[in-house]
């Protein structure tokens, strides 16, 4: 008997069977046997995941030098600071600037790509990437933000008290007597209006532009 033979005569028996399970048969879950669910023993020492470094640690280790550079002075007067990372504020910058020049810090405003940067923001937050490392900053400084020891700077040390006194007392009445004209006769209102108009409408062009339109119109 061949192999074919032995074959068909093996499936007509087969089809001579009644068919147990039809084609459409489903199973009702409910008569399956209890059985409890196979759970696999957790290993023993789970094999560790290599990490690499995160954007926020590789920005804290980026380090990069911020020029600040005055808008009024000489590019003499620039100062450099150094090992500056992507996640150092406006703020902290501003500090380190205000405690090597003496100035007052809240007097203080940065101006990146002649836009004002928020105190809040980041280098990372204003765009500067790992591969930047020299980042320049324009320092701009408002009206009455001198050294903090300004107002005793040109005052000898030597000087006697009375002499200091005098001095105050000759100052004090013209301070008290400025009026409205005398503060728009000043540069340092000026100064604090287009310092302000800048901030506010986010550019330093309008800004100095607005002011002085409103200088001229007031000589008018």
């Given at each position: 008997?061949s192999e074919v033979t032995f074959a068909?005569?093996?499936?007509?028996?087969?089809?001579?069977?009644?068919?147990?399970?039809?084609?459409?048969?489903?199973?009702?879950?409910?008569?399956?046997?209890?059985?409890?669910?196979?759970?696999?023993?957790?290993?023993?020492?789970?094999?560790?995941?290599?990490?690499?470094?995160?954007?926020?640690?590789?920005?804290?280790?980026?380090?990069?030098?911020?020029?600040?550079?005055?808008?009024?002075?000489?590019?003499?007067?620039?100062?450099?600071?150094?090992?500056?990372?992507?996640?150092?504020?406006?703020?902290?910058?501003?500090?380190?600037?205000?405690?090597?020049?003496?100035?007052?810090?809240?007097?203080?405003?940065?101006?990146?790509?002649?836009?004002?940067?928020?105190?809040?923001?980041?280098?990372?937050?204003?765009?500067?990437?790992?591969?930047?490392?020299?980042?320049?900053?324009?320092?701009?400084?408002?009206?009455?933000?001198?050294?903090?020891?300004?107002?005793?700077?040109?005052?000898?040390?030597?000087?006697?008290?009375?002499?200091?006194?005098?001095?105050?007392?000759?100052?004090?009445?013209?301070?008290?007597?400025?009026?409205?004209?005398?503060?728009?006769?000043?540069?340092?209102?000026?100064?604090?209006?287009?310092?302000?108009?800048?901030?506010?409408?986010?550019?330093?062009?309008?800004?100095?532009?607005?002011?002085?339109?409103?200088?001229?119109?007031?000589k008018k």
């Amino acid at each position: 008997m061949s192999e074919v033979t032995f074959a068909k005569q093996f499936l007509a028996t087969l089809d001579k069977r009644p068919i147990k399970l039809p084609a459409d048969h489903i199973s009702d879950p409910r008569q399956y046997p209890n059985q409890s669910p196979s759970i696999l023993p957790r290993a023993t020492h789970p094999f560790p995941r290599k990490t690499g470094p995160t954007a926020t640690q590789t920005a804290a280790t980026t380090s990069l030098t911020v020029t600040l550079k005055p808008m009024r002075g000489p590019a003499s007067d620039s100062l450099s600071l150094t090992n500056i990372s992507l996640t150092s504020t406006i703020y902290d910058i501003k500090t380190l600037y205000a405690q090597k020049t003496g100035l007052q810090a809240e007097k203080v405003k940065l101006l990146l790509n002649k836009k004002p940067a928020a105190d809040l923001k980041t280098l990372k937050d204003l765009g500067v990437t790992d591969s930047v490392k020299d980042v320049e900053l324009s320092v701009m400084v408002m009206g009455g933000g001198g050294a903090a020891g300004g107002s005793t700077a040109g005052t000898p040390r030597d000087q006697s008290p009375k002499a200091a006194v005098a001095a105050e007392s000759q100052a004090a009445p013209k301070k008290e007597g400025d009026g409205a004209d005398e503060i728009l006769a000043t540069e340092e209102f000026w100064d604090d209006l287009k310092g302000f108009l800048s901030q506010r409408l986010r550019n330093e062009e309008v800004g100095a532009k607005l002011s002085q339109t409103f200088r001229a119109a007031w000589k008018k």
